[in-house]
């Protein structure tokens, strides 16, 4: 008699890591699920929803006839993932919290766990793996290579991504012709420890925001913000009663939408200007620290592509090492690359990892 493979699934509550669940059923695993619980709404008071997710994923389990576990990953979850965001916010970066989570969380101490017990981890992720290795989903719109490619080098040998191969819509229909319960619930969206909550009123519990000058490229101060921290480069902003809306029409004419350029760390000073002088935002180099390989580049200088924010095009990059950091050479000018966000990289269709952006070398 041969014995069924087990495979945990991180079931979340939504409909993919469902959907993932019922195909690894469907080619004879024996499946079981966890309910990761990774934040509490007591910790910050606000409508983090893991109640309702964890009634949905419990719903899900009862309707496929397998055992759900909640495991309670709270207190590593703050000191691995939170902690470390808000010390980059403290030193006005924009981190990715999410990459965090799947390197911290999903896929060493979630993974380490299940693998006590099962022979292999599944989640509802779009991406696809092969020998270990790492790749874009087929469905492009929803690949989610990009938010794995921090993951420990070696866990993806214990990792299935049943949805690597199917589009979101197809997803959807084998969701609600199998009766699962959630088959129409809407994807979630944002951080789920912050909900509903606006992010600036979220940092401003943990962070102490020093206002500064509004300023235009020339220097000429148009208003005061609350806090680099709450701006992203490239941003569009309205800043509301902040801005000397006199002052900016003066200097620029009025109506013109206006978009940070720069955050002066040194002088608290924000840097901004209409859409149409925002080359200072553009740029051909930068550095990376912290690269993490899923599969190393191998020789140097690279030639590779790479993906600066989740839904931006893969542009031509060359690597090269540099110290302890990664010189990262674009091919084209590139808008508003901002440090603490991740530049993840790619052959082809795979994901070889990815490092932190840690400072622009250069303006284009």
């Not at 470390?84 to 970066?93: F, G, K, L, T």
């Amino acid at each position: 008699m041969v014995t069924k493979q087990t495979v945990i699934v991180g079931l979340s509550g939504g409909v993919d890591s469902a959907v993932a669940a019922l195909l690894l059923q469907r080619q004879g695993y024996d499946v079981r699920a966890v309910f990761m619980k990774n934040w509490s709404e007591d910790d910050f008071g606000g409508p983090c929803p893991w109640a309702e997710d964890q009634a949905s994923a419990q719903a899900v389990a009862s309707h496929l006839g397998i055992p759900l576990e909640t495991w309670n990953f709270e207190a590593e979850y703050r000191q691995r993932v939170f902690e470390a965001m808000i010390a980059e916010y403290e030193q006005s970066r924009t981190p990715n919290p999410d990459i965090l989570c799947n390197r911290e969380i999903k896929f060493d101490l979630f993974l380490k766990r299940a693998l006590k017990q099962a022979d292999l981890v599944a989640t509802g992720h779009y991406a696809r793996t092969k020998n270990g290795r790492l790749y874009k989903a087929v469905d492009t719109g929803k690949d989610q290579s990009y938010f794995l490619a921090a993951i420990p080098r070696g866990s993806l040998n214990h990792v299935l991504f049943p949805l690597g191969e199917l589009q979101k819509g197809e997803v959807r229909k084998i969701a609600k012709a199998a009766g699962l319960p959630n088959w129409d619930r809407p994807d979630s969206v944002g951080i789920c420890f912050i909900g509903e909550k606006k992010m600036k009123e979220f940092l401003s519990r943990y962070v102490h925001a020093q206002p500064g000058p509004i300023v235009l490229p020339d220097g000429t101060v148009v208003g005061e913000h609350d806090g680099l921290l709450y701006f992203t480069i490239g941003q569009r902003h309205g800043f509301g009663p902040a801005l000397d809306q006199k002052k900016v029409a003066a200097a620029l004419g009025a109506g013109r939408p206006l978009f940070v350029v720069e955050k002066q760390t040194t002088t608290g000073a924000l840097v901004v200007a209409p859409a149409s002088a925002t080359s200072k935002t553009l740029t051909k180099e930068f550095y990376v620290r912290e690269v993490q390989w899923i599969a190393y580049a191998c020789s140097f200088p690279a030639a590779l592509h790479a993906k600066l924010r989740y839904r931006a095009e893969n542009v031509a990059v060359t690597l090269l090492p540099d110290g302890e950091r990664f010189r990262v050479m674009c091919h084209e000018p590139q808008r508003a690359v901002t440090p603490g966000q991740y530049a993840v990289l790619y052959r082809d269709d795979e994901c070889l990892g990815c490092g932190v952006i840690d400072s622009v070398a250069s303006q284009a």
